[in-house]
């Protein structure tokens, strides 16, 4: 009796961590999500529907067309939801990671962070560079030049200045008319319709007011008991919600690899899945089909 009550209470344990592993509270529909080596959509319980193999990736969209564009250091890859690749550039340089963020604009250019060279460069469909700015500081071949990168609806850039611990706007001619600085690695900033900017640096996501006063925050020991570390990419929801990835989201299988939150800082769920992905910067929320969310994607 005692080798098939020590089987029985394996099993149990084993299905007991299985379910433990996941999705907590009500996400409501699907997550594209970057982690692992791979950009992924993910259902609404956090299982993997939909996975492509990727370098280690900061920066992920799902395009309206249904493809998905990524930057993952050694290129800036749009592929089709059968693999096809269908846009991709890659930095001559590539020391200290070619390119860490991207964006796809309204006129089908795509925006290119290259942090090799700390240049911001707008690419059309056949590849060609039709729009470059050199941003400071910057040092070839550097790690952490830039993070993520951003065109706002006025033309300038919304840049993310890693290693400065500074995120900075740009005019297309090279102006800065707001720099921003935080505490620890400026990851990802968005502008939001109110004229805010939010800021990841990790430990902390702060929204600046236009005259770069800090206006919010939330740090990753606002929610107890739950352990948040580094958190990276975000997505601004329209009710204001929150949803960010976290690099390094694990110790000793405690952690958090994506979650979302109010802006009263509470959480609406998290995911916690160490098998999943150690480090899970980008994502974006969906709706119930894996399409992008109605309206303008503030990430």
Same mark, same amino acid.
């Given at each position: 009796?005692?080798?098939?009550?020590?089987?029985?209470?394996?099993?149990?344990?084993?299905?007991?961590?299985?379910?433990?592993?996941?999705?907590?509270? !009500? !996400?409501?529909?699907?997550?594209?999500?970057?982690?692992?080596?791979?950009?992924?959509?993910?259902?609404?319980?956090?299982?993997?529907?939909?996975?492509?193999?990727?370098?280690?990736?900061?920066?992920?969209?799902?395009?309206?067309?249904?493809?998905?564009?990524?930057?993952?250091?050694?290129?800036? *890859?749009?592929?089709?939801?059968?693999?096809? !690749?269908?846009?991709?550039?890659?930095?001559?340089?590539?020391?200290?990671?070619?390119?860490?963020?991207?964006? @796809?604009?309204?006129?089908?250019?795509?925006?290119?962070?290259?942090?090799? *060279?700390?240049?911001?460069?707008? /690419?059309?469909?056949?590849? =060609?560079?039709?729009?470059?700015?050199?941003?400071?500081?910057? @040092?070839?071949?550097?790690?952490?030049?830039?993070?993520?990168? @951003? =065109?706002?609806?006025?033309?300038?850039?919304? /840049?993310?200045?890693?290693?400065?611990?500074?995120?900075?706007?740009?005019?297309?001619?090279?102006?800065?008319?707001?720099?921003?600085?935080?505490?620890?690695?400026?990851?990802?900033?968005?502008?939001?319709? @109110?004229?805010?900017?939010?800021?990841?640096?990790?430990?902390?996501?702060?929204?600046?007011?236009?005259?770069?006063?800090? !206006?919010?925050?939330? *740090?990753?020991?606002?929610?107890?008991?739950?352990?948040?570390?580094?958190?990276?990419?975000?997505?601004?929801?329209?009710?204001?919600?929150?949803?960010?990835?976290?690099?390094?989201?694990?110790?000793?299988?405690?952690?958090?690899?994506?979650?979302?939150?109010?802006?009263?800082?509470?959480?609406?769920?998290?995911?916690?899945?160490?098998?999943?992905?150690?480090?899970?910067?980008?994502?974006?929320?969906?709706?119930?089909?894996?399409?992008?969310?109605?309206?303008?994607?503030?990430?």
């Amino acid at each position: 009796m005692k080798p098939a009550i020590f089987i029985v209470a394996v099993m149990m344990f084993g299905l007991a961590k299985t379910e433990a592993a996941g999705i907590s509270g !009500v !996400v409501g529909s699907k997550l594209l999500a970057s982690g692992g080596n791979k950009v992924m959509i993910l259902s609404d319980q956090g299982a993997i529907e939909w996975e492509h193999p990727t370098g280690l990736t900061h920066d992920a969209w799902m395009l309206p067309n249904g493809n998905v564009l990524f930057a993952d250091g050694g290129s800036v *890859t749009e592929v089709t939801p059968a693999h096809e !690749v269908v846009f991709q550039y890659k930095a001559r340089e590539q020391r200290g990671g070619g390119s860490y963020g991207c964006q @796809r604009l309204e006129n089908g250019n795509t925006l290119i962070g290259e942090n090799s *060279t700390g240049k911001l460069l707008e /690419v059309d469909p056949t590849g =060609k560079v039709v729009f470059e700015l050199q941003t400071n500081p910057a @040092r070839v071949g550097e790690h952490h030049n830039l993070r993520l990168v @951003r =065109k706002l609806k006025n033309g300038n850039y919304l /840049v993310c200045h890693s290693g400065a611990h500074v995120v900075k706007e740009y005019t297309p001619q090279g102006g800065v008319v707001l720099e921003l600085k935080v505490a620890n690695i400026a990851f990802a900033a968005i502008r939001t319709d @109110r004229g805010t900017t939010l800021v990841a640096a990790l430990n902390k996501i702060t929204e600046f007011d236009a005259q770069g006063q800090a !206006v919010w925050e939330f *740090t990753n020991t606002d929610i107890p008991g739950v352990k948040i570390t580094n958190m990276t990419g975000l997505h601004l929801l329209s009710n204001g919600n929150i949803v960010t990835g976290c690099y390094s989201a694990y110790d000793k299988e405690e952690g958090t690899g994506l979650l979302e939150i109010t802006k009263d800082k509470k959480l609406v769920w998290r995911l916690s899945d160490p098998r999943l992905a150690n480090h899970m910067m980008a994502v974006q929320k969906l709706d119930q089909h894996g399409k992008p969310l109605p309206g303008a994607c503030q990430r």
